[in-house]
Every structure is written in C-alpha cells, then in structure tokens.
C-alpha cells in the first residue's frame, strides 16, 4: 500500500490533499502563494500539528520562489509577510511556530533572493522529511507498548494526512499492525468536524487494519464493558510539565480511561512540546466557527440564533497521562523530568 502524502512541494506550487472531501473524493488543491496555502489551513483542507509545520514551512519557501527576481530586502519582506500570514492561521498548533522558527536563520543569512529561495526550499523539504521519519520511529517506539491482542480506542485524526505521512498515533497502530499484533481501533467520529469519521476510518481502512467507528459519547460505555485495552491521540501542543493540548474531547478521554484503569498514550514528535510554556494552562485554545456545531456538510442541524462555544482543543493534564511516545523515546512520569532530557538528546 503506496503511503499517504498529505502535501508535496512541486517547486513553483504545493499540493495539498483536501481533507475537507474526503472520504468521498480525493482532491488536491495546488497552492501557488502563501495566501492559498494560508486559506487550505483555515479551512481544514490540511491540519494537524505536524503537517502544519510542513505547511508552514513550505509557505515561507513559496514566498521565497515567487520573489527570487527581486532585490534581496524585498524578497525578505514577501518572506517576512508570508510568517506573519501563516502565524495568525492556528494558534494552538505548535509545529507551525516551531517551523517558523527553524526557517528564520535560512532567511537571514542569504547574500542574494535567489540564495534565499534555495536555502529555504531545501529547509523546508528537510522539515518534511524528517517528520516523515520522526513518525515511523514514533510508530516502532510505541508498538512495544501495544499487547499483542488489543482494541485501541483513538480520537480525530493522527494519521498520515496529519503529519508528513504515516502518522503519530496512527503510526503506533501502523508499527503494532505490521508487527503481526492483532489489533482492531475503536475510532471516536469526532465532532463536530468528524475527523474520526472521515479520516481516520478511511486511512486504517485503506490498510487493512480492522476498524469499528462509535460515536464520542459511547467511548465510556465501551471502556466499561472492557472493550477497550489502551487509548493512543496525538498532541498539538505539549507544556514542560507534560500537559498536552489535542481535539476537543481528548479531555473526557482520558477522565474515563484513569477511572477504568486503561493505559492513555500520547504520541507525538518532541517539535510538538514547547517547553516555554510551565503548564497547560498556558496553552492557547484555539475557538473556531459556529457553523461547525450548527451545521453537517453545511446542512444546518440547530435552530436559528442558538449561542455556539467551539473550542477546538482541550487539555490534558499530565496527571492523566500514561506516558508520551516520542521519536527520541517514551517520556515516562514525571513528564516533566523525561521531556526535557529528551529535548537535551
């Protein structure tokens, strides 16, 4: 089975595979500017903490490309208006700051726009590719962790389309799968985007991998007829104390799964841990739009004027947390203490 490949960078344009329609169309959208690149993240056609930092990467180069004829200031401004563009997208989402950040030094340091241009293409193609591998070391890491006959419980999407490819939570589910573990997922629908649903039903599908969809609030009842053994999400931001942000109803997971005495794995790369921050309640929650509760492939579901509050993520409190399963090795509690002697390897 080829892998997913959610965004390719084809020199002069990007591809990104809309997410928005799938599972019944596979559509890509060719990004030609950091606008449209900018636009695909907004509306969900890519996402993902890890995938957006190869989105945002791949803006700032594009920015680059489309501005080599000019003097080197001006394509600094293009590269500079590009950052700003894709910063205001996803405040929760680390890996798009963290590649930002990587892309700077590049930037700074080119004597000609050209210079620039291929310096951050060849940046931001790094980036991709060691995702790419960060999450099949995240995947061989954490099968370990995975009995050899499990049903997994997962939440929204932390697959390939959520990364470079292959997936960090997924990417476990993958490893374990290919190991010849017998395993069957549980997958959460995931509202109100239903990235459950959509995405990951259609990716563990797509391998092969035995796959039940239930809805969010049958999690519990399945967890207390001891139909679940591990539940493995992903993160979008991970503080120094261990906390990590992930869709919205990772939370009430991990609640359930401490009251049923069932391991609860994150699994991310350590680009998604921002140690500046102490703890979750630093982490910024992203709220998005009310259409989203209100309506199902824009059929409206609600009545008109009803008050919406959608926040996107929740957090989860390191107490709650089994271990984190990074590309460099499983942080272990205190969360603390392991993140940051893995951040030091």
């Known amino acids: 089975m080829t892998?997913?490949?959610?965004?390719?960078?084809?020199?002069?344009?990007?591809?990104?595979?809309?997410?928005?329609?799938?599972?019944?169309?596979?559509?890509?959208?060719?990004?030609?500017?950091?606008?449209?690149?900018?636009?695909?993240?907004?509306?969900?056609?890519?996402?993902?903490?890890?995938?957006l930092g190869v989105a945002a990467a791949f803006a700032v180069a594009l920015a680059a490309v489309n501005a080599r004829q000019q003097d080197l200031e001006g394509a600094?401004?293009?590269v500079r208006q590009a950052a700003d563009l894709i910063r205001a997208t996803r405040p929760t989402a680390r890996n798009l700051f963290w590649a930002l950040e990587r892309m700077a030094p590049a930037a700074a340091v080119a004597q000609t726009a050209d210079e620039m241009a291929q310096a951050l293409t060849q940046e931001a193609l790094a980036i991709q590719q060691e995702d790419l591998a960060s999450c099949h070391r995240i995947g061989d890491l954490g099968a370990p962790l995975v009995p050899q006959d499990a049903?997994?419980?997962?939440?929204?999407?932390?697959?390939?389309?959520?990364?470079?490819?292959?997936?960090?939570?997924l990417g476990v589910i993958r490893s374990a799968h290919r190991q010849g573990k017998r395993i069957r997922v549980l997958a959460d629908e995931t509202r109100p985007l239903l990235q459950g649903a959509r995405l990951t039903a259609w990716e563990l599908m797509r391998d092969g991998i035995p796959t039940t969809?239930?809805?969010?609030s049958a999690a519990g009842w399945c967890m207390s007829r001891g139909m679940v053994d591990l539940v493995i999400v992903g993160a979008d931001r991970i503080a120094a104390n261990g906390d990590a942000a992930n869709k919205i109803g990772t939370y009430t997971l991990a609640v359930l799964a401490a009251e049923h005495h069932i391991p609860f794995y994150i699994a991310a790369?350590?680009?998604?841990?921002?140690?500046?921050?102490?703890t979750g309640d630093d982490i910024p929650i992203e709220e998005r739009a009310a259409h989203e509760v209100t309506s199902i492939t824009g059929t409206r579901i609600t009545p008109e004027g009803v008050e919406v509050f959608n926040p996107a993520f929740d957090v989860t409190p390191q107490a709650l947390i089994s271990a984190i399963i990074t590309e460099r090795g499983v942080c272990e509690p205190p969360l603390a203490r392991s993140l940051a002697a893995l951040a030091q390897r």
């Open 213 to 216: 969809l239930i809805a969010d």
């Open 151 to 169: 049903t997994i419980l997962t939440h929204c999407n932390a697959g390939a389309l959520a990364t470079a490819g292959y997936g960090t939570a």
């Open 269 to 278: 790369p350590l680009s998604t841990a921002d140690l500046s921050l102490a």
């Open 3 to 51: 892998e997913l490949r959610p965004i390719e960078w084809h020199g002069d344009h990007v591809s990104i595979l809309d997410q928005t329609r799938l599972p019944q169309h596979e559509a890509h959208l060719e990004c030609a500017t950091p606008q449209e690149i900018a636009d695909a993240i907004r509306g969900m056609s890519i996402r993902g903490a890890p995938a």
């Open 76 to 78: 600094r401004a293009e």
